[in-house]
């Protein structure tokens, strides 16, 4: 079974590795700056905050998101969430956000979460699935803002051998299809590689269908 895609298709990747496909330099130096400032008013409203993992465990990014959902952890296990740990509702998607899923991922329906990781130096993410969501037909898409990352993809499985690749500042991948599941992780980030953001870092915008 499919899912029903929008008018058009999106543009080819400039790679794919695994299944995910790649586009480089899909946003502009003027259109991750627009993106950056619309990101600002959404964590004002929903500031970052720092999960634990249910072993215990403090993860090294800070984390907000807007939309319907928020991805949340801590002890009881993994799950969305429909307010901020503050209580307060989660803001909007901004519409060039929404922008970016509508070009790239191309499918009918839109994403209910936009997780926003912020990784500062030191920071890392472990191999891990996205597969705390409904229904698997629906991409995970995913933009690159500040910093570059090296970004490292497993197996559909845990073990076995993996691949790394740099992502830059603007660059958007996606996961569907055969790929939807597939490990992935950050192993680290290149301090002061990019000037985008005030005090340097990396944010990682992730686009998910949840329910």
Known sequence: MTFDTLPGTPPPPDLTVRGVAVHKAALDPEAQRDMVTALRDVVR??????????????????????????WFSDRRGYRYIDRHPSGAPWPPIPECVLDVWRRY????RLPEC??????????????????????FRWPVLSISL???????????????????????????????????????????VRAGSSTLLDGGGRLNLTLRVVT
């Open 45 to 70: 409203a929903a500031p970052f905050f720092q999960l634990e993992t249910r072993f215990g465990r403090k993860l090294s990014v800070r984390m907000s998101a807007a939309g319907a959902f928020g």
């Open 105 to 108: 991922a191309a499918v009918a």
């Open 114 to 135: 936009c997780l926003i990781n912020h990784y500062g130096e030191g920071a890392r993410m472990g191999l891990h699935q996205d597969r705390d969501e409904a229904d």
């Open 146 to 188: 500040g910093d570059s990352a090296l970004f490292r993809l497993g197996n559909l499985e845990k073990g076995g051998p993996t691949e790394s690749l740099w992502l830059e500042s603007g660059d958007v991948l996606v996961m569907g299809g055969a790929s939807r599941l597939i490990y992935h992780g950050i192993d680290r």
